[in-house]
């Protein structure tokens, strides 16, 4: 398969949907001695634990080649889901802070929960690369896109236009780094995230935005869906608004209007 070209891909997708931030790949790293020259590890260039989510914010706000290992973490619940805390039995875990912090009625509630999320196993990566897609560092495990849900709309009917199905979700409202970051590589097909509290208050999600992300081998066929789906019908983002038709004002409008001669 001919290699993309992710500086023409990305400034592609960032045009066609006008969107405020950068596309981001991610790569899921078995030894942090495998991040790119000139990452910034938060807790060597800022002195600083951080979570995931604001990772994500500095890469695809500032641009920057961010590397998250576990001394740069401090999202508990993210550490327990990325393989970083060394929890014996990291379901569990996660189960009781879900319900000691009333995210769930019950432990039972909280660990049944904990199973339906994609996780990494522990020390199943060393490491968390993100960087702008644009920089072609590394082929991406997954590729994650912000915008606001009209623009998340013409990503989800390129990607059906291509591959024929429709994307099911996986909502929690919590650790929704998982969803966007790690689902689509462990399952090989798309996710739709609604960012979660950690998102919001650590890395100034904003109300408008929510997340598609995509396993890096499909991103040739999402441009390509981008290029096509709807084009008889002229889909797009600015999706245009209909204008062929005549207003209707209310009554004194329309009795002034006749007065002066305006219309009958």
Sequence with gaps: M?????QETSQFIRED???????LAVKFLKDKADLPEKTRQPSVVLGKRITICQGVTMARNYGWTVGLSKEDLICVPAMIAFGFSGASSPVDTLGKLFCEVAFSQSEEGGIKEAEAMIRLENEECQAIALAPLQKGLFDPDTVV???NPAQVMRLIQSFVFMETTRISGNFGGKVECTEYLIAPFKTGVPRIAIPGMGDRIFSM???DEMV?????????????????????????????PYQNFEPEFPKPYKVLGKELGLFQ
């Design 212 to 240: 598609f992300s995509i396993p890096g081998q499909l991103l040739a066929s999402l441009v390509e869906g981008m290029k096509e789906a709807g084009k008889k019908i002229g889909a797009r983002y600015p999706v245009t």
């Design 205 to 207: 999600t904003q109300d």
């Design 17 to 23: 949907l006008r969107l405020k931030t950068f596309p």
């Design 2 to 6: 001919e290699q993309l070209n992710y």
């Design 145 to 147: 896109i912000f915008g």
